[in-house]
């Protein structure tokens, strides 16, 4: 079920962009990549999701390669309040569709 | 404000002794589920519904029950509870698959079977 490879964790600075890798190299055509993220034993929140194109909103940017196996979460301008565990996930195509498997994502430290 | 409501958030309670945390979303998503949640395990999902009276296990069912009886509803139900479903529970919903749109999440239950 691990569809997804991240690093378990990662330090940034106050301030300066967070960029969060994802490997997903065995994704299908028509499978997305969603970000969730959860802080400390909060409930998982959206962030973003994509399929080929890069997306941005209010929170995030993320880039997906032209061959689709990686992608990137870009927060922009990280503070202290963006600590917390980033999870990115391969949405499964058929059955089950909404089960999301978390993995153990990346934990991010930003530090002042 | 749309959003996923569990209750309890906190409980602690004894073997054996029958519970049920319940769930509501008020935003009339036909999917919901629930995960458990432990250290170095990640989130694990225990059962879904599909829609009203449309239910399924995920991968650690066992020791839970569920029903789905309205949209908005999805309890999740402990009838011998056991000191091994000591977690972190989540409920979530989201509308069909195929819409392609996120899951909502609640805030958690934080269960302790002593």
């Keep these: 079920d691990a569809k997804t490879t991240q690093p378990p964790s990662m330090d940034c600075a106050e301030g300066r962009a967070a960029n969060l890798p994802c490997n997903h190299s065995t994704i299908s055509g028509n499978e997305y990549v969603y970000w969730y993220r959860q802080i400390h034993s909060q409930g998982p929140q959206y962030i973003i999701h994509g399929l080929k194109n890069n997306e941005t909103n209010e929170m995030a940017s993320l880039i997906i390669t032209e061959d689709r196996k990686s992608s990137t979460l870009i927060l922009p301008h990280a503070t202290l309040r963006d600590t917390a565990v980033y999870y990115c996930i391969v949405r499964p195509l ?3 569709f909404n089960k999301f498997y978390f993995g153990s994502g990346t934990k991010l430290n930003v530090k002042p | 404000e749309a959003q996923v409501t569990q209750n309890p958030r906190y409980l602690i309670t004894v073997t054996g002794k029958k519970l049920t945390v319940t769930c509501s979303q008020n935003m009339n998503h036909e999917y919901m589920s629930w995960y458990r949640q432990d250290p170095g395990l990640g989130l694990r999902q225990i059962y879904y519904s ?3 009276e449309v239910t399924d296990k995920g991968d650690v069912p066992e020791g839970y029950k569920v029903s789905r009886k309205e949209k908005r509803n999805f309890p999740l139900i402990l009838e011998s ?5 000591t977690s972190l529970y989540f409920c979530a919903s989201s509308p069909p698959g195929d819409s392609n749109q996120p899951q909502h999440f609640g805030d ?3 269960l302790s079977i002593l």
Excluded: A, E, K
């Design chain 1, 94 to 96: 058929l059955y089950n």
């Design chain 2, 50 to 52: 599909m829609n009203v």
């Design chain 2, 81 to 85: 509870p056991s000191p091994n479903q």
């Design chain 2, 108 to 110: 958690g239950t934080r």
